[in-house]
């Protein structure tokens, strides 16, 4: 009867000290981004006077992906791969683009009922 109590015991508190390392872990990886994000401002404050357009572009985009999408960026961040890039957008004044982009989206879509 003493041993299952010890055991519970030992198991109780093995529990909270990993508890206590994964919530120190999310903390670390929280600051890391903080620290990214302020790296990422003084960047633009710094371009203010000589702006890069191509940097600020660039820039611009991995701040909207990590709002949009922040499990992508934690991931991209833990794991140091790059987010793939977006397709290029289809503008919408031009009818042969869009219709053949609803095309290929058809196509993409049979082949994947049809199992072809």
Not at 24 to 35: G, K, S
Not at 87 to 114: G, H
Request: aromatic share 4%; hydrophobic share 45%; with cysteine.
């Amino acid at each position: 009867m003493i041993y299952i109590a010890a055991a519970q015991l030992l198991l109780i508190a093995f529990l909270l000290y990993d508890k206590g390392r994964e919530r120190d872990h999310y903390a670390q990886v929280a600051a890391d981004l903080t620290q990214q994000a302020r790296d990422e401002r003084l960047i633009l404050l710094r371009r203010d006077v000589t702006p890069d357009l191509q940097a600020l572009i660039e820039m611009n985009a991995k701040l909207c992906q990590r709002l949009q999408a922040p499990v992508n960026a934690v991931n991209e961040h833990l794991q140091g791969l790059p987010t793939p890039p977006s397709p290029p957008p289809v503008d919408m004044n031009d009818d042969e683009a869009v219709w053949e982009s609803r095309e290929v989206l058809a196509e993409k879509l049979m082949a994947m009922e049809t199992g072809v």
